[in-house]
């Protein structure tokens, strides 16, 4: 890496922490601007306090199961990305399982990934054997 080049990234990175600083100051700012309006609404509000918490309590019930909705759909989308890069690993490792065995001039149309992959491992250790003899 060329000096310039790591200069260059360490810029980057300082920009990077402060965007994410000013992003948490506004996130503060509104969040704490939103509470005082709540505040401010229920001081004021013209309805009783009954009614008030009435509201509050229906409101509460809302966005909780809103955010539970929201987990669960989450918790579906990290399932499926989780089978998906599975899925992916295991047909990567075929294709390089089958590449290695052509290399070796083996045919690869019988067995498993497993046996195949424990195929090469002892023809590798049969190598470091017999360069150590």
């Known amino acids: 890496m060329s000096l310039k080049s790591i200069l260059e990234q ?4 300082k ?3 402060l965007k994410i600083r000013t992003a948490k100051k506004v996130a503060t700012g509104a969040a704490a601007g939103i ?3 709540i ?3 229920l001081l004021f509000a013209p309805k009783s306090g009954k009614e008030t918490r009435e509201d509050i309590s229906n409101k509460a019930k809302e966005v909780n199961d809103s955010i539970k909705t929201k987990a669960d759909e989450a918790k579906k989308a990290l399932e499926e990305k989780t089978e998906e890069v599975k899925t ?5 490792k075929e294709k390089i399982v089958t590449y290695l065995n052509e ?3 083996k045919k690869c149309c019988e067995g498993s990934c497993e046996e195949k992959e424990a195929e090469i491992n002892s023809c590798e250790e049969e190598k470091v054997c017999e360069e150590s003899k």
């Not at 360490?10 to 990175?13: G, I, K, S």
């Not at 992916?88 to 990567?92: G, K, P, S």
């Open 10 to 13: 360490r810029r980057l990175e």
């Open 103 to 105: 290399k070796k001039g």
């Open 15 to 17: 920009e990077r922490k």
């Open 39 to 41: 505040a401010g609404g």
């Open 35 to 37: 509470l005082a309006g």
């Open 88 to 92: 992916n690993y295991q047909e990567a």
